[in-house]
Nanobody
Framework: QEQLVESGGGLVQPGGSLRLSCVAS????????IGWFRQVPGKEREGVSS??????????YYADSVKGRFTISRDKTKNTVYLQMNSLKPEDTAVYYC???????????????????WGQGTQVTVSS
């Protein structure tokens, strides 16, 4: 069966780093836009970053709040998308989800309704 699994979350001090992984089983991520979203209790899920399909131009997108600190990338051989998170802040604390979208317009990259399949999420906690 098709699966999408996030991992790499945990507890880290402010200024620290984590690398999240999104691994697909049963299908290839090559044809999909991959988005990272995050959510905290009482707030709407928000887009963090996305990367376009390998059959497209491979463009990357970032929320203003994470630009310069987070980097999204693909490892095609491992069918995996990563989110490298540096200089973490307490405001980054959230459950992080990866998701796939087949026909996501670049201007809609952060719209969660454009994504079709979601992982279960991984908790990131930034605290001293």
């Amino acid at each position: 069966q098709e699966q999408l699994v996030e991992s790499g979350g945990g507890l880290v001090q402010p200024g620290g780093s984590l690398r999240l992984s999104c691994v697909a089983s049963g299908f290839s991520l090559d044809y999909y836009v991959i988005g990272w979203f995050r959510q905290v209790p009482g707030k709407e899920r928000e887009g963090v970053s996305s990367i376009s399909s390998t059959t497209s131009d491979g463009s990357t997108y970032y929320a203003d709040s994470v630009k310069g600190r987070f980097t999204i990338s693909r490892d095609k051989t491992k069918n995996t998308v990563y989110l490298q998170m540096n200089s973490l802040k307490p405001e980054d604390t959230a459950v992080y989800y990866c998701a796939t979208g087949r026909y996501v317009l670049s201007r809609r990259w952060a719209d969660l309704n454009e994504y079709d399949y979601w992982g279960q999420g991984t908790q990131v906690t930034v605290s001293s």
